[in-house]
Structure formats: structure tokens, C-alpha cells
């Protein structure tokens, strides 16, 4: 079953523009997780929030939280053409058992 | 640092066929996964090992699919019969330990059963 629903789910962009893709779960999390996923480089990670946290930063992106509202946004500021993908969220419930979304493709055209 | 290597890459096969994939995980790294995804879908956990113990199967289609992690390193997972709804991209992917880490994938084995 998939706990984490993306929402777009295809957003279509031009570079130097904002991206956003939210994720909405129903069950409590230890963590959640954001991936990006191009047939150039496959599945990699690209952040990890805690539940006990609200927002963090890494780069261009920046992720926050709302475990009241089960929530997670994804901010992908200045956008790149080489930012097109897929962005899955993943959520975890202990152990590091993951389970992904249907995703989010972000087209970024020049 | 070496990611996580997976082979074959392709592979395409007849149903009721079987079919065998594996997976050699970043060095150090106790937990390892398999991950089933559909085209247009997420990945969905088939099976996760912390060295060689099963921590989850709960998704694992038992009847046909079956994974061991010999030694805690290097694992395969094989699929007897195939069957046509396994077309999948099937990715083993590592992590440090079990807890808040990331995960690493591998390039992913492309199965087609025709």
C-alpha cells in the first residue's frame, strides 16, 4: 500500500522558477524522506526530516513538516534543467521500512 | 566510495520462467532492500535484511519470490514462475544501519515476462 501521496502529479516549469511537491501520509512517522529519480542516475536521496522536526535545507531545497496535518512540502528554488525528474516521498515508521509514493515528475525546460 | 552494484541490468523472459537478480551492497552497510517498482508507480519494499536476519517480507509474494543475504553481504532474489504482472524495474538498494538513514540504490535490474 502506498502511505505517502504526492501531489502535483506532473508540474511543468521554466528555469529560474520555484518548484514545489507536496506529500500527504495517514499513519505516524519516525522520518520522512525525499528521492529524485532520472534515468541518468537512478533513485538517489536527496533529504531526510525527523517527526520531532519542522524544516530543513540542504542546497536549493528545502523541506518541511506538519505532523499535525501528516504533511511534507518539497521547495526546489532556481530551477535547472537538469532538476528534471521524479520526486517520490518515503515515508518511515521505524526500522528504516520505506514506503514511497507515487511521485511527483518536475519538467524544468530551459 | 564503490555504490551499489547490481546485475544483470536487462532481462527478458518468458512466464513461467524463472529468473534470478543480485545485488552487492555498499562495504559496511548492514541493511539491505529490495524494492519492486511498476512503471509509473513508486518502489514497493519486497524484503529488508539487517546483516543476514529478514526484518520485513510482509510485501514479499512468498509463493513465488524468495531472497537470502548469505554471510550478510551479497544477496539475490529470484522469482519461480514468473509471471507477466512482474514486468518491473527491481532495485536492491543499502543503508548504514537501520534507523534515520539514507538509502542507496542501485541502477536497477529491468525485468520483462513475456
Known amino acids: 500500500s502506498q502511505q505517502g501521496e504526492e501531489d502535483p502529479q506532473a508540474l511543468s516549469i521554466q528555469e529560474g522558477e520555484n518548484a514545489t511537491m507536496n506529500c500527504s501520509y495517514k499513519t505516524s512517522i519516525n522520518n520522512l524522506q525525499w528521492y529524485r529519480q532520472n534515468s541518468g542516475r537512478g533513485l538517489v536521496h536527496l533529504i531526510l526530516?525527523?517527526?520531532?522536526?519542522r524544516e530543513k535545507h540542504s542546497g536549493r531545497l528545502r523541506v518541511t513538516l506538519d505532523t499535525s496535518k501528516k504533511s511534507s512540502s518539497l521547495l526546489i528554488t532556481a530551477s535547472r534543467a537538469a532538476d528534471t525528474a521524479s520526486y517520490f516521498c518515503?515515508?518511515?515508521?521505524?526500522?528504516?521500512?520505506?514506503?514511497f509514493g507515487k511521485g511527483t515528475m518536475l519538467l524544468v525546460s530551459p | 566510495e564503490a555504490g551499489v552494484a547490481q546485475s544483470p541490468r536487462y532481462k527478458i523472459i518468458e512466464k513461467r520462467q524463472s529468473v534470478a537478480f543480485w545485488c552487492n551492497p555498499i562495504s559496511g552497510h548492514a541493511t539491505l532492500y529490495w524494492y519492486q517498482q511498476i512503471l509509473g508507480q513508486g518502489p514497493k519494499l519486497l524484503i529488508q535484511f539487517q546483516n543476514n536476519g529478514v526484518v520485513d517480507d510482509s510485501q514479499l509474494p512468498k509463493d513465488r519470490f524468495s531472497a537470502e543475504r548469505l554471510k550478510g553481504v551479497d544477496s539475490t532474489l529470484k522469482i519461480q514462475p514468473a509471471k507477466l504482472e512482474d514486468s518491473a524495474v527491481y532495485l536492491c538498494?543499502?543503508?548504514?544501519?537501520?534507523?534515520?538513514?539514507?538509502?542507496?540504490f542501485g541502477p536497477g535490474t529491468r525485468l520483462t515476462v513475456t
Open positions: 526530516i525527523r517527526s520531532n522536526e
Open positions: 518515503a515515508t518511515d515508521k521505524g526500522y528504516s521500512t520505506l514506503t
Open positions: 538498494a543499502s543503508s548504514l544501519d537501520q534507523g534515520s538513514y539514507e538509502q542507496y
